[in-house]
């Protein structure tokens, strides 16, 4: 998707301002001319970006969690995910998200992809990893962090995506990236925990 | 997921704050009472809810833009959507949208189910419907959109997700709720459309 190509869709940055800042969101609303030369605002949040990980159990099964989304008002079924620190390597980001939120420890690690998940108005990207070679061990809580680590076939989660139980979107392309390496169709690249 | 079974991982409202209103951003900082007990912040969009169309044409082509996307600073490959009106049906927006961006009309329209896509910071729902019978016509864009209308098969957005040229969340999420109604595993229920 080259620029060239693309010169009669781009915007191009006028002026950046952010209009607000607080202990998590970053919003900026930045001035910007289309490509007809018309210019207009584009509000947006600026993310740190953040890892979602799939951990297969011996059994086939799969770690996840229930957690409070305060934005639904209600508990999701997610796969474990978590913000990148500054600094922080995707892959870095994934252990330790996993080894807090479930305790689990994996011996082997594969990159999927990345999604991006409000292109609108957030520069958010989700990289996915598939974690196998679990330990089980005790998770460590960020304070003010309450979850309960579940497991699920993945027929069970197919099933509750279905019927509309599940509606959490890097979940749901879990799914996706799953079922297709299951089907030998999007192969993973497996390395060691370093 | 019941709220009396949750009671351990719910958080309750404590005061309320809109701290930033845009001209599409709605962003609000909340008092929360964590299940302990003790008090943090939530901050988070309000979003008023979108729609995403996956086009089906009689040949089994999909029909997707093309467009800028300025967080992400690219052009990504999308299905058709956009925010819902206020007081406006999903459907309504739908039949909308798809008419606005690409000019095609449908006779069938099947409602697939929700996506949420930020749960972490944003109130967003994406409802997803399938549109077929499809009749071309003239797109009517809003001023300041800009977008190329472009069409695929589904093995060529398949093999474009696998490779990691799209990523975008609620199209990924298109791609595995067609290939589970292709196969048989996800049933829709069409309607005329109204």
Same mark, same amino acid.
């Given at each position: 998707?080259?620029?060239?190509?693309?010169?009669?869709?781009?915007?191009?940055?006028?002026?950046?301002?952010?209009?607000?800042?607080?202990?998590?969101?970053?919003?900026?609303?930045?001035?910007?001319?289309l490509p @007809?030369? %018309?210019?207009?605002?584009?509000?947006?949040? %600026?993310?740190?970006?953040?890892?979602?990980?799939?951990?297969?159990?011996?059994?086939?099964?799969? %770690?996840?969690?229930?957690?409070?989304?305060?934005? +639904?008002?209600? =508990?999701?079924?997610?796969?474990?995910?978590? !913000?990148?620190?500054?600094?922080?390597?995707?892959?870095?980001?994934? +252990?330790?998200?996993?080894?807090?939120?479930?305790?689990?420890?994996?011996?082997?690690?594969?990159?999927?992809?990345?999604?991006?998940?409000?292109?609108?108005?957030?520069?958010?990207?989700?990289?996915?990893?598939?974690?196998?070679?679990?330990?089980?061990?005790? $998770?460590?809580?960020?304070?003010?962090?309450? &979850? @309960?680590? %579940?497991?699920?076939?993945?027929?069970?989660l197919e099933?509750?995506?279905?019927?509309?139980? =599940?509606?959490?979107? !890097?979940?749901?392309?879990?799914?996706?990236? &799953?079922? !297709?390496?299951?089907?030998?169709?999007?192969?993973?690249?497996?390395? $060691?925990?370093?």
């Amino acid at each position: 998707m080259g620029s060239e190509r693309d010169s009669h869709l781009t915007e191009a940055l006028v002026s950046a301002e952010q209009v607000w800042l607080g202990r998590f969101l970053d919003v900026r609303r930045d001035t910007v001319a289309l490509p @007809d030369g %018309v210019q207009t605002s584009r509000e947006y949040i %600026v993310h740190p970006g953040a890892v979602m990980v799939l951990p297969l159990l011996a059994d086939g099964h799969l %770690v996840m969690e229930r957690q409070y989304r305060y934005p +639904m008002g209600r =508990v999701m079924l997610e796969f474990p995910a978590g !913000k990148i620190d500054a600094g922080e390597a995707p892959l870095a980001c994934a +252990m330790r998200e996993l080894a807090e939120e479930t305790g689990y420890r994996a011996k082997s690690w594969a990159h999927a992809g990345i999604v991006h998940n409000a292109i609108a108005y957030s520069t958010e990207g989700i990289e996915i990893w598939f974690a196998r070679d679990l330990t089980a061990g005790a $998770a460590r809580l960020d304070s003010g962090e309450f &979850l @309960d680590v %579940v497991t699920h076939s993945t027929a069970e989660l197919e099933a509750m995506c279905a019927s509309g139980e =599940v509606t959490d979107a !890097k979940t749901l392309i879990g799914l996706l990236w &799953l079922q !297709k390496w299951q089907a030998g169709q999007w192969p993973l690249v497996w390395q $060691a925990a370093p």
